[in-house]
C-alpha cells in the first residue's frame, strides 16, 4: 500500500554503480562508507507504488529498514516504483541493486513476484524476501513475508458493527486481487458476527493490471464519498495512499469514522488533521517482518520459504491512538482469543 514515484538521486560511490541505480529510482541511506568496506551487511529494497512516504503500507516496510540500520549497522539502498511502469522495470530494478553490490534484496509488494522469480533464479547467490506474496514455483533464495491480514480485519470489523450508528458501513479496495479480498472477507465477517444485519457497502478503486487503485488519493475520496451518500457512517479502506483521499472525505462528514490500514494512520502527521476522524487502523507490522528477516541473514541464516505473521504472533493488530474503542477492548480481546485459539476461523475470500 503505497504513493508516486520520488525521483531520488543516487549518492553512492561508483563502486556502486551510480548510473544504474540512478536508473531504476534508487537512494541511498547508508550510513557507513558508500562501498562498505567494513564487511557490514548491504540491503536494498524495492518499494511498491507510492514508495517511502505513504502512510501506510510502505512506510511500515522502510520503518524495518530504517530500525535494521539503526540497530543491526546494515547498509541500505532504496529503489522505488512508478505508476504504470513495464514488468521489465521491476526486473531491472532488482538487477541494478544486486550490480551495485546488493546481495539481500526486499521487494515490497506482491506485483514483484514474476520479477523476483526471475532475476532470483539467475542470481542463487542472493537472498531474496518478497512481502504479500508466495509462488510455489519460487526459487529457493526467496523468502515470502506472509500476514494473516484477514484476522487483523476481523477485529476492524467488529469495532465498525460496535460504533456504526446507522448499521450501514463500507469496504473500500485498492485493487481487486486476491490480496485485498483478505481484506474485505475478514473486514466483512466480523461486522457480521456483531450484527448480522448490517448492511456493508463495497468498493474497489481498479482492477489488474492497473495498480493504480492503491496510489490514487483522489479515486479513493471519491469512493469514500459515494459509500457516505448511501448511508455509511464507518468506512475501512485497504488501498495504500488512496486510503489518505478516503480518510479525507470521512473527516468531512460529520459523525463518520474512518479506519486506516496497515500503520497506524492517526498517528502519521501527513494524517494528523484528520486523526479525530479515525477510529482505529488494522496495523500490519510490515516493519517487524522487514527486521526480522534482515535480522537473521545479518546473523549468517539463511531463512526461506514462508513466514507467516498472523494475530498470534502480533503480525497484525488494531492501533488504540485517539482511545476511540477504548470502550470495547472486552469486545476486541474476545474476538481476537476465539482466533487465536481457532474458536473463530476467519474466510481468506468474500463469502457470496
Known amino acids: 500500500m503505497r504513493r508516486s514515484m520520488k525521483l531520488a538521486a543516487v549518492v553512492l560511490s561508483g563502486s556502486l554503480g551510480m548510473a544504474s541505480l540512478a536508473a531504476c529510482g534508487a537512494k541511498s541511506t547508508d550510513s557507513s562508507s558508500s562501498g562498505s568496506s567494513d564487511g557490514s551487511l548491504k540491503v536494498g529494497m524495492a518499494y511498491d507504488i507510492g514508495g517511502r512516504g505513504d502512510q501506510s503500507f510502505n512506510d511500515s516496510a522502510a520503518r524495518g529498514l530504517d530500525r535494521a540500520k539503526s ?47 526471475k532475476v532470483a533464479k539467475d542470481n542463487p547467490g542472493v537472498k531474496f524476501a518478497i512481502i504479500d506474496s508466495n509462488d510455489k514455483d519460487q526459487p529457493a533464495n526467496v523468502t515470502s513475508l506472509l500476514f494473516a491480514e484477514q484476522e487483523g480485519s476481523y477485529l476492524a470489523g467488529v469495532a465498525a458493527a460496535n460504533k456504526s450508528k446507522a ?19 475478514g473486514y466483512t ?25 492503491f496510489a490514487s488519493p483522489d479515486k479513493g475520496k471519491e469512493a469514500a464519498q459515494g459509500q457516505l ?37 492517526a498517528s502519521q502527521p501527513a494524517l494528523a488533521k484528520y486523526k479525530n476522524s479515525i477510529l482505529t487502523s488494522m496495523v500490519k507490522n510490515v516493519d517487524t517482518a522487514v527486521f526480522s528477516y534482515i535480522q537473521s541473514v545479518k546473523q549468517g541464516q539463511s531463512p526461506t520459504g514462508v513466514k507467516l505473521f498472523d494475530l498470534k504472533a502480533e503480525g497484525v493488530s488494531l492501533a488504540t491512538t485517539g482511545g476511540k474503542i477504548d470502550d470495547i477492548q472486552d469486545k476486541l480481546k474476545a474476538a481476537g482469543d476465539a482466533i487465536k485459539s481457532g474458536a473463530t476461523t476467519i474466510p481468506t475470500a468474500p463469502v457470496k
Not at 82 to 111: C, P, S
Not at 239 to 254: D, H, L, M, P, W
Open 71 to 117: 540497530e543491526l549497522g546494515v547498509a541500505v539502498t532504496e529503489a522505488e516504483a512508478k505508476q504504470g511502469e513495464a514488468e521489465a522495470d521491476k526486473e531491472t530494478r532488482l538487477k541494478n541493486l544486486i550490480d551495485a553490490g546488493y546481495k539481500t534484496i526486499i521487494a515490497v509488494g506482491f506485483v514483484y513476484q514474476p520479477a523476483v522469480n
Open 189 to 213: 465477517a466480523g461486522v457480521k458476527s456483531v450484527d448480522p444485519n448490517i448492511t456493508v457497502e463495497t468498493t474497489y478503486l481498479t482492477t489488474p493490471p492497473d495498480f493504480t487503485g
Open 229 to 265: 451518500d448511501k448511508g455509511a457512517d464507518v468506512i475501512y479502506t485497504a488501498a495504500g495512499s488512496s486510503g489518505n483521499g478516503a480518510i479525507e472525505a470521512v473527516a468531512n462528514k460529520q459523525g463518520a469514522l474512518a479506519i486506516g490500514v496497515d500503520s497506524d494512520q
Open 167 to 185: 448499521k450501514h458501513v463500507g469496504f473500500i479496495g485498492g485493487v481487486q486481487s486476491e490480496l485485498i479480498k483478505k481484506f474485505e472477507a
